[in-house]
Every structure is written in C-alpha cells, then in structure tokens.
C-alpha cells in the first residue's frame, strides 16, 4: 500500500487528467479556427489556402481538437496529433536551429508529448469515452 505525501489529494487524478485534457483540446482548437474561421484573427493565417499544408493542419486542429475535449476517441486521436505536432516541429522549428525555446518550437514540443500522454493514459472520467467502456 503506498501512501500519498502530496499536497493534492490521490482521488483528484482523475479529474486532474480530465481538466488537462479538456484545457489542452480548447487551446489546440484555437489554432483551428483562427486559421478557418479567422477568430481570433490571426493576420498570419490571412488568405490561408483550405488545401495547403496550414489549412490541412488547420483541418487536424479542428477535428481533433474537438475529439480531444469531449473525450471521444481520445487515445486514437491524440496518437495522431502527438505525431502531428512532431512532424510540424521537425518541419518548421528545427531546421532554424537546435533548442525549442531559440526556434520558436515549445509549444509544438509541449502539444506533441502532452497528447502521447493522452494516449498512453486516456481521458480521464470526464469524457465521453470513459462513459462508452462503462
């Protein structure tokens, strides 16, 4: 039996992981919609092609975004974006040079080992895989 010395309860795991994963999905989803729906407005994202590589990202951000914050196919889903994000860090961070934090490439990084461990931990209680397997 090991006993929890932390200052946050054990029972709190659980909807701990649910929060992440819901925060983590609405924060991914942004990139999304700024790119399709131009809010926020991104001036960027402006004249974005629907079928060029941003726009398809664009299209990853959104469909799997939304997956990830209701919980529905999470493991499958953030397999896929875990792998998303690393390709989009190998493409357009590394090759402007080696540390994330000089090339601009945390956030991809951070989304990228996040979302692996979504897939390797699953959901949490809060979604609406976790009431599929109930």
């Not at 209701?70 to 989009?88: E, H, K, N, Q, Y």
Request: with cysteine; proline share 5%; net charge neutral.
């Amino acid at each position: 039996m090991t006993t929890n010395t932390g200052i946050i309860p054990e029972s709190w795991s659980g909807p701990l992981l649910s929060i992440l994963r819901i925060m983590t999905g609405l924060l991914f989803l942004a990139h999304g919609t700024a790119k399709h729906f131009g809010f926020p407005h991104i001036a960027m994202f402006d004249g974005l092609q629907t079928f060029s590589l941003g726009g398809i990202a664009g299209f990853l951000e959104l469909f799997g975004g939304t997956l990830i914050i209701i919980g529905l196919f999470t493991r499958i889903a953030a397999f896929v974006l875990s792998g998303f994000m690393a390709v989009a860090y190998f493409m357009a961070h590394a090759p402007q040079g080696f540390h994330p934090i000089l090339n601009g490439g945390e956030l991809a990084v951070l989304y990228c080992f996040i979302f692996l461990y979504f897939a390797a931990a699953g959901p949490g209680p809060w979604a609406v895989d976790a009431r599929k397997s109930a």
